[in-house]
């Protein structure tokens, strides 16, 4: 597998900001581009999830690894 290769994480919504996604995966909380994210061919509406709600997306295999999600 290449380092740019997606991997898919099933992580807890924290909250978002205009250009990112905070998540957590156990005790380890990340902050996650938007830009990073692919999420297929729909668009995360991320206004619909809650804290606590669990969200599995692809990000590049070195993001994954750089922020403990993987």
Not at 8 to 32: M, N, P, Y
Request: no cysteine; glycine share 8%; net charge negative.
């Amino acid at each position: 597998m290449a380092r740019n290769d997606p991997v898919t994480v099933s992580v807890e919504f924290v909250t978002h900001a205009a250009g990112a996604v905070l998540v957590k995966d156990g005790d380890e909380e990340a902050w996650i581009p938007k830009s990073q994210i692919d999420d297929g061919e729909d668009n995360f509406d991320w206004d619909t999830y809650e804290r606590g709600d669990t969200v599995d997306f692809d990000i590049p295999e070195w993001l994954a690894e750089d922020k403990g999600l993987w």
